[in-house]
């Protein structure tokens, strides 16, 4: 009778367990093979939002831009400790002119995006004063922490 209890609780565990990876999937299914559709000076911002649907990011400078994102990870191997594993990162960046036409098109998948150079210079700050509203609020938080002033001062 043990055997038999043994057996199936071996049987339900094994079922219940799946081999194949979960993968998880973020942003526009597919992006590579849809936006093959996507022809520059043809298409236009309607055309675009019927295929791919509402834009993962926006903005607005000198043109309009819309970025499309498609990321899948999935847990790796034991060995590794669970650490994730992008399958697929892809990114499809779409300007538009002020008439809504599509000027340009630009697809990064995951080997393009290893070799984009990001830049080390930092920004200065032009004006180093502290605003008016700044040092009051400074003082006042400084007030609030210790309202009897027996902190050290740093």
Same mark, same amino acid.
């Given at each position: 009778?043990? @055997?038999?209890?043994?057996?199936?609780?071996?049987?339900?565990?094994? /079922? %219940?367990? =799946? $081999?194949? &990876?979960? #993968?998880?999937?973020?942003?526009?299914?597919?992006?590579?093979?849809?936006?093959?559709?996507?022809?520059?000076?043809?298409?236009? @911002?309607?055309?675009?939002?019927?295929?791919?649907?509402?834009?993962? /990011? %926006?903005? =607005? $400078?000198? &043109?309009? #831009?819309?970025?499309?994102?498609?990321?899948?990870?999935?847990?790796?191997?034991?060995?590794?400790?669970?650490?994730?594993?992008?399958?697929?990162?892809?990114?499809?960046?779409?300007?538009?002119?002020?008439?809504?036409?599509?000027?340009? &098109?630009?697809?990064?998948?995951?080997?393009?995006?290893?070799?984009?150079?990001?830049?080390?210079?930092?920004?200065?700050?032009?004006?180093?004063?502290?605003?008016?509203?700044?040092?009051?609020?400074?003082?006042?938080?400084?007030?609030?922490?210790?309202?009897?002033?027996?902190?050290?001062?740093?």
């Amino acid at each position: 009778m043990k @055997k038999i209890i043994y057996f199936i609780v071996i049987i339900v565990l094994h /079922t %219940s367990c =799946s $081999f194949e &990876k979960v #993968v998880k999937h973020h942003g526009i299914h597919y992006l590579e093979k849809k936006q093959e559709n996507i022809k520059v000076f043809e298409n236009n @911002k309607n055309d675009v939002k019927s295929l791919l649907g509402p834009p993962s /990011t %926006s903005s =607005s $400078f000198d &043109k309009e #831009v819309w970025i499309y994102i498609e990321r899948k990870t999935t847990v790796s191997e034991l060995r590794t400790l669970g650490r994730k594993k992008i399958l697929v990162n892809n990114a499809l960046v779409l300007e538009f002119d002020n008439r809504g036409l599509l000027v340009q &098109k630009t697809f990064y998948d995951k080997e393009n995006m290893n070799k984009i150079k990001i830049a080390k210079d930092n920004t200065k700050v032009l004006n180093k004063k502290k605003s008016f509203i700044n040092s009051v609020l400074t003082s006042l938080r400084h007030k609030i922490n210790d309202p009897l002033g027996q902190r050290k001062a740093k």
